[in-house]
């Protein structure tokens, strides 16, 4: 696509509940970010994909987060049992590749709200 | 780990003004880029600085790289409403680590 698409732009869930963030990255994109923005505060790093496997994941910050790839385009970010805390603007962007020479495009972000 | 820096963390200016944010890092960067995002909205990139010492300007925003890769600036000359927004320095080295941000505020 002409840019990274991020569903749903907004999530309103109860407290317990599973939530699914998906990516759809610019077309060709091999490197893939996901980044968590509360508030006043900047995009937190979580995790970055080169092709279908996670090459950094030291970002999430439990085992209640996981994210996929499976085909090396469309990512998933997964969040078991959320809590209050979880909430936040979840932002993906994407590069040409991995390396330090290219741009992140972002997404419009997918803003998660637990009741 | 490597940390990125960002001051001030706000800074209100009259229209017309000039405004400054400073990015600062505790290891040496391979590069670095600045984004600015708007309120409501997500980051979008301004520039890449890439060489010590390296300076780049964008009509009215001068980018700077440090001699020793560690620091950089962002300096708007004469601000416009159409500036305010965040601005956010990345670190790009093993990680892409972002700074807190600087918020500009912009006072008609």
Known sequence: GAGVSQTPSNKVTEKGKYVEL???PISG????????????????FLIYFQ????ADDSGLPNDRFFAVRPEGSVSTLKIQRTERGDSAVYLCASSLVSSGANVLTFGAG???TVL | GQQ?????????????????????S????????????RPGGHPVFLIQLVKSGEVKKQKRLTFQFGEAKKNSSLHITATQTTDVGT????GRDDKIIFGKGTRLHILP
């Not at chain 1, 994109?29 to 937190?44: C, D, F, K, N, V």
């Not at chain 2, 200016?13 to 405004?19: A, I, L, M, N, T």
């Not at chain 2, 040496?28 to 600015?36: D, H, V």
Request: glycine share 8%.
């Open chain 1, 51 to 54: 092709g279908t496997g996670a």
């Open chain 1, 110 to 112: 997918s803003r998660l």
């Open chain 1, 22 to 24: 998906r990516c759809d």
């Open chain 1, 29 to 44: 994109h091999t490197a893939l970010y996901w980044y968590r923005q509360s508030l006043g505060q900047g995009p937190e």
């Open chain 2, 87 to 90: 601005y956010f320095c990345v």
């Open chain 2, 26 to 37: 505790s290891t040496t960067l391979s590069n670095i880029q600045w984004y600015k995002q």
């Open chain 2, 4 to 24: 990125v820096m960002q001051i001030p963390q706000y800074q209100h200016v009259q229209e017309g003004e000039d405004f400054t944010t400073y990015c600062n």
